[in-house]
DNA sequence: CCGGTCCCATTGTGATCACAGAACTTGCAT
DNA sequence: ATGCAAGTTCTGTGATCACAATGGGACCGG
């Protein structure tokens, strides 16, 4: 660890260490890389990603601030657990919010985009086959937002990048426990409804999706934790 | 400052100097301590304010994550500018969330916790005829979180919090614009509908409040900056 | 009087060190 | 064998320093 360059601040703006360490552990965050009640250390997380504890300790707070990873009393810091009812508003809020982000984007999408959303629903079909939980995550991830971005609404993708953040692993713990091998999505609907042009079609599909994927890890994984 | 204490860390949760910093900042924002546009530098809050810049860095990075503040790209921390998309979505997200949390706090509030909410808007109108802008701002948001944290939904509140925490500074300069003198808010309507019991009727008054001051402060203001 | 160029002050970033408190381990006594 | 206490290790926090890059201002040439 003594032979790290002293500095390595290369000027512009998204290439800073604590930068990276965020979107690294916010990968792992999304896509099920930590398990739920796991507990961090800033200087074990500054070892294993080779930098100094110190944009660590920024990229942690930047993750806290997004409920992404909490502090407990003790200063310690954890992947928060789930609760009935922090799910039951995580569901509530995703319905309410991202039916709006895919609607402002379907204007917005061309053909071209619906194909790239397309395909990466056959990737999804080919992970639930081979039963690959991180895999399927991420493309399930890569779904929604590969949509929602068209929607040129910072704002509102801010918040649900948020909510994502916060059932990211939970939802790993989910999928590890029930299987994805029955899970049955409304993607397909909702690119019919891409391809319509059919803004009410493509609220209902996503809404749909949301309650029925959320509905599936919760009937499976939530009555075991209180 | 070169006789500050070395080490000023009491112990508990609460009480560590980024987390003293981080809501002496962000009661700023929230009632218009800042301008948007202004730029703030760590090193000058850190004077200001009596700590070292670091425990400022830690704080501004978790606004900045709260989207409070923003960054540029040269590493430049402002106070972000209100766009007229923005607002919008802002005002859709607080349309979506604040009349769920509303609803939700209804079955939870005492007449007691009634009555506290009707006092905080006597104190409103007296704001409102002295012309006194920040009072307002206080008591909307005392109004406003008085009801919503009576809903025990943590999840949603964070991201409510987050919201008003990117309309605060424009708020701010669009009252001192317009002028506070004219403004009627739904505020007794909800009062009633929470007396009734009647859940329909509050959710009604939180939508119409949200839609009448965010369109008060939108026409009059937002119609200047671009 | 105006425009360009160089220089220095200021800024965020990251490393390192010191410190206090919590937690775990170890050892001892019962 | 078990419970408790003491010591040690580990944790987050905050201060200070070094550095690179940006920005503004002064100075000079036109």
């Known amino acids: 660890m003594a032979e790290r360059l002293h500095n390595t601040q ?51 707070r930047r993750l806290i601030a997004e409920r992404a990873l909490a502090m407990q009393g003790n200063g310690r810091v954890l992947v928060p657990l789930m609760t009935r009812d922090k799910f039951e508003q995580v569901l509530f809020a995703r319905s309410a919010l991202e039916p709006e982000l895919a609607a402002r984007a379907l204007s917005r999408l061309t053909p071209q985009d619906i194909e790239v959303v397309a395909h990466i629903d056959e990737e999804i079909d080919k992970t639930l086959v081979n039963g690959d939980t991180e895999g399927y995550m991420r493309g399930n991830f890569r779904f929604h937002f590969t949509i929602y971005e068209h929607a ?6 801010g918040l649900v990048e948020s909510i994502w953040l916060q059932f990211g692993p939970f939802m790993r713990m989910a999928y590890g426990r029930v299987g994805t091998k029955s899970l049955e999505d409304h993607h397909q609907a909702a690119l019919e ?11 209902a599909a996503i809404r749909a999706d949301i309650g029925q994927g959320m509905g599936f890890i919760g009937d499976g994984a939530l009555e075991r934790l209180q």
Chains 1, 2 share one sequence.
């Not at 990968?27 to 800033?42: D, W």
């Not at 391809?195 to 079609?201: I, K, L, P, S, T």
Request: charged content about 25%; overall charge positive.
């Open 193 to 203: 409804a891409m391809r319509r042009g059919d803004e009410a079609g493509l609220r």
């Open 10 to 60: 290369a000027g512009g703006a998204g290439s800073t260490a604590h930068e990276a360490v965020y979107r690294r552990l916010r990968e792992r965050i999304f896509f099920g890389g930590f398990l739920p009640g796991r507990a961090v250390t800033l200087r074990g997380l500054a070892e294993e990603l080779g930098v100094s504890p110190m944009p660590v300790r920024e990229a942690v």
């Open 152 to 157: 040129d609404a910072a704002t509102l993708l």
